[in-house]
T-cell receptor, first 110, second 111 residues
């Protein structure tokens, strides 16, 4: 069965500390992985897409098929990074239907 | 920039009412989606549509139906609202093989 697991509901770090938001997936085919972010009182927006292999706002994520993981990382957290982060799994195809994880709330303390 | 507009930010209805949530996108996207977002449960797909008049059930379709008469508009219908349908509802759209873009959400309270 297709599944996305984000084991941490809340991750609290201090400003300047490294951040790693964990995401593991279960999928039998060739997965597409995404990170979406929702800042307070804003709409959910795309942060990263694994096929783009780019860094957005200092965040990176590498797809590890051996460990079925797509962890989100940033070397130095900023207060403005505080938000809810969702990992999402797509099976590809024209509809690009997604399965979302339960989300991790990142709180960056000053 | 993609614009996905949900007709209401906040909505309060009574149990048993028929409730309509509307979503409009301006990018001529083929795909449109309805999710509900609940704390600790993430986003769960209710229904999606890949073309006009075409729809498919998501993971939690019970108690809901949808309508897509025009490409830009996707409506979610609660046939007979119940208190357990109190939630944040998110609409999204995407082009073929493109990421989904979300609206601001409708916070629906059923009393």
């Amino acid at each position: 069965a297709q599944r996305v697991t984000q084991p941490e509901k809340l991750l609290s770090v201090f400003k300047g500390a490294p951040v790693e938001l964990k995401c593991n997936y279960s999928y039998s085919g060739s997965p597409e992985l995404f990170w979406y972010v929702q800042y307070s009182r804003q709409r959910l927006q795309l942060l990263l897409r694994h096929i783009s292999r780019e860094s957005i706002k200092g965040f990176t994520a590498d797809l590890n098929k051996g460990e079925t993981s797509f962890h989100l990382k940033k070397p130095f957290a900023q207060e403005e990074d505080s938000a809810m982060y969702y990992c999402a799994l797509g099976g590809g195809g024209a509809t690009n239907k997604l399965i979302f994880g339960t989300g991790t709330l990142l709180a960056v303390q000053p | 920039d993609v614009k996905v507009t949900q007709s209401s930010r906040y909505l309060v209805k009574r149990t048993g009412e028929k409730v309509f949530l509307e979503c409009v996108q301006d990018m001529d996207h083929e795909n449109m989606f309805w999710y509900r977002q609940d704390p600790g449960l993430g986003l769960r797909l209710i229904y999606f549509s890949y073309d006009v008049k075409m729809k498919e059930k998501g993971d939690i379709p019970e108690g809901y139906s949808v309508s897509r008469e025009k490409k830009e508009r996707f409506s979610l219908i609660l046939e007979s609202a119940s208190t357990n349908q109190t939630s944040m509802y998110l609409c999204a759209s995407s082009g073929s093989n493109q990421p989904q873009h979300f609206g601001d959400g409708t916070r629906l309270s059923i009393l």
